[in-house]
């Protein structure tokens, strides 16, 4: 029996980010599916690679909660939205669900500030870090659709960038793997 070292309060609000976190992971899931159905492999495999990613930190979370001796709650997940109906639409997507979700980390982290709780404070940081990357790369990706024209972005702009998003790297590091300097 572990003795508990989280707040009831931080133990529900890890719990709802947790849950946040395995519901992005089903949102990249639900559009690296849209960009497969729609011919777009690269694009395709780049969201298939962010929602393990999100299931990684979905598993941060849990594995966290467990070691602090709290009750970690799995409970269903909300639907993703409906399907994008372009790449550019996609992403403007993707960009402001990364946006809702440094939103929901920093509530948290401003509530183990406020009761003082530096252990999960501290916790917290890899995944404000974390948000600082995955805005950037989403704010990057968007800006590369809207320099080719956006909505309006023509078959070989958007050929490019499928081809551009296949070539990064795969690599997807497991969440017990995951540190402040190698997330």
Known sequence: ???NRLSNNLTTA????M???AHASQIY???????????FSGIANFLFRHAAEERNHMMKILEYILNRGAKAT??????????????????????????????????????????????????????????IEEENLASILLDKIKIV??????GDALYLLDKDLEKRSGEVS??????????
């Open 19 to 21: 849950t946040k976190e």
């Open 149 to 154: 024209g956006g909505e309006k972005a023509n």
């Open 1 to 3: 029996m572990k003795t």
């Open 74 to 131: 799995v409970t269903a997940i909300p639907a993703p939205a409906t399907d994008p109906v372009s790449v550019n639409n996609c992403f403007e997507k993707v960009f402001e669900h990364e946006v809702d979700n440094t939103k929901s980390i920093y509530k948290v982290v401003k509530m183990a500030l406020d009761e003082e709780d530096w252990a999960t404070w501290n916790f917290l940081q890899w995944f404000v870090k974390e948000q």
């Open 14 to 17: 890890l719990n709802e980010q």
């Open 29 to 39: 899931l639900s559009y690296a599916a849209w960009a497969d159905n729609n011919g």
């Open 174 to 183: 497991m969440a017990q793997d995951a540190t402040t300097t190698n997330p």
